[in-house]
């Protein structure tokens, strides 16, 4: 009985001595203060005017520059860029001073006769 009675004990004592060893070891980690947000904000877009096409003077087929303005001016850093084929996957950058915006298409050149929208992209 006497036998009986230290194995019962050390089957009970064996877990809760394993499992204060995990928590003493579990209590040891630290982790370093962190931030995390979440948040919305409102997403509004430009207007847009004032669209000019530059043709090529050799080819006027081939169109080399389109400028417009924008109401706001964009922020410094701002990825600009147009898009002049509408099922086409060639985009080109711009740049700006202040509202006015310049994107030369030359790389790939634009064509008039591809040409069938314009569609502005600004991120900032």
């Given at each position: 009985m006497k036998r009986l009675r230290i194995a019962l004990i050390a089957v009970v004592s064996v877990p809760l001595v394993l499992?204060?060893?995990s928590f003493a070891l579990?209590?040891?980690?630290?982790?370093?203060?962190?931030?995390?947000?979440d948040g919305a904000g409102a997403v509004?877009?430009?207007t847009v005017s004032n669209i000019q096409y530059?043709?090529?003077g050799t080819n006027p087929q081939n169109i080399d520059q389109v400028d417009f303005d924008v109401d706001v001016a964009?922020?410094?850093?701002?990825?600009?860029?147009v898009k002049l084929v509408a099922v086409g996957s060639d985009w080109y950058s711009c740049t700006n001073v202040t509202t006015a915006i310049t994107?030369?298409?030359?790389?790939?050149q634009a064509t008039v006769?591809?040409?069938?929208?314009?569609?502005v992209v600004i991120v900032q």
């Amino acid at each position: 009985m006497k036998r009986l009675r230290i194995a019962l004990i050390a089957v009970v004592s064996v877990p809760l001595v394993l499992g204060a060893a995990s928590f003493a070891l579990a209590a040891a980690n630290t982790v370093p203060a962190s931030k995390a947000g979440d948040g919305a904000g409102a997403v509004t877009g430009y207007t847009v005017s004032n669209i000019q096409y530059t043709l090529n003077g050799t080819n006027p087929q081939n169109i080399d520059q389109v400028d417009f303005d924008v109401d706001v001016a964009p922020p410094a850093g701002a990825t600009m860029e147009v898009k002049l084929v509408a099922v086409g996957s060639d985009w080109y950058s711009c740049t700006n001073v202040t509202t006015a915006i310049t994107c030369v298409t030359t790389a790939p050149q634009a064509t008039v006769a591809t040409a069938d929208e314009l569609r502005v992209v600004i991120v900032q």
